[in-house]
């Protein structure tokens, strides 16, 4: 082998930067290491193959391949009172939102949660409440706007640059495309970055009128946990959650409370969700299909 790891890493970088003059050479060295490795070389972990392996990868890859969708972004309109503003912060559980003017078209910076918390003002009682002379325009902080085909390598360095940890992704008419942290950068090396407010379990419970889901729980996985398929011929093969196919049915994201039927007789219960997504909802199986009808 003719590189030991740490001079592997440094190249890798390098090549990454652009500074090294020869780097299909040290692509050729990384795929090396590799596969000796693979065969159960000492000289890099697990943790070091993953990573190595997702370096080969991140060079090639775009804004768009990691920017989260129009869709699901989740954003503050600079015309919403403090308050609400902190109950956004406090469903969304992100430090930085992007602020708009009347549509998501019309961005016009971010805001961070602890300039939030700087405008709450303690009561005599010790509890804490919003100052009224706060105003949301006020709290704004710059924003990165970069085009989807925008090599990820080259946005990191630019959000190292300018100490920016969000940038918004505009496409070719001006329009708001996508989103994209440098969180969602960084784990494209190391993987997923999990911390205290992700929840990585996807349940399923049985309750009196059926089954209470996690809206992300696979139609699959439910189907082998409960022996019911959900799975209808008008639904496209992209649709493979419980949450997606309510969504199908609907046409729309239904309200929290709402009932949707199925066409094999089930219902869903929206139980948990906001204007982007549900989050948990009840399926009530057909009468004729539970044990005490048969």
């Known amino acids: 082998m003719s ?13 990454l930067r652009g500074e090294d003059v020869d780097s299909a050479a040290m692509r050729e060295s990384l795929e090396e290491v590799l596969e000796e490795s693979d065969r159960q070389s000492p000289a890099l972990s697990a943790q070091e193959r993953l990573m190595l392996g997702n370096l080969l990868k991140f060079g090639e890859l775009k804004v768009r391949d990691v920017m989260v969708p129009r869709a699901e972004i989740i954003a503050a309109d600079e015309s919403m009172t403090l308050a609400d503003l902190v109950t956004l912060f406090r469903e969304a559980q992100h430090s930085r939102l992007p602020v708009y003017r009347d549509t998501l078209d019309d961005p016009t910076g971010l805001i961070h949660v602890k300039d939030v918390l700087g405008q709450l003002d303690a ?11 706060a105003h949301v325009s006020a709290l704004r902080r710059p924003i990165l706007f970069v085009p989807p085909s925008m090599r990820l390598l080259d946005l990191l360095l630019k959000m190292q640059a300018t100490h920016t940890h969000l940038a918004l992704v505009i496409d070719e008419y001006g329009g708001t495309d ?13 993987g997923d970055i999990a911390d ?23 139609l699959d996985d439910f189907r082998q946990q409960t022996g019911f398929d959900l799975a209808t011929a008008d639904a496209g093969e992209d649709i493979d959650s419980i949450g997606g196919l309510v969504i199908s049915l609907l046409g729309r994201v239904p309200q929290r409370g709402e009932i949707i039927a199925h066409p094999a007789g089930f219902e ?27």
Do not use: M, N
Not at 3 to 15: G, I, M, Q, V
Not at 184 to 189: L, R
């Open 3 to 15: 590189d030991d790891p740490p001079s592997l890493w440094k190249r890798a970088l390098l090549a």
């Open 178 to 190: 996508g989103l994209i942290s440098i969180e969602d950068i960084i784990e494209e090396i190391v």
């Open 268 to 294: 869903f219960e929206v139980l948990d969700a906001d204007p982007r997504r549900i989050r948990r909802l009840r399926i009530r199986p057909p009468r004729t299909l539970l044990p005490e009808a048969q």
């Open 123 to 133: 009561s005599p009682e010790g509890d804490y409440c919003v100052s009224p002379h």
């Open 196 to 218: 205290e407010h992700d929840d990585d379990t996807v349940s399923l419970k049985p309750d009196d009128d059926g089954f209470v889901a996690d809206a992300r729980l696979d």
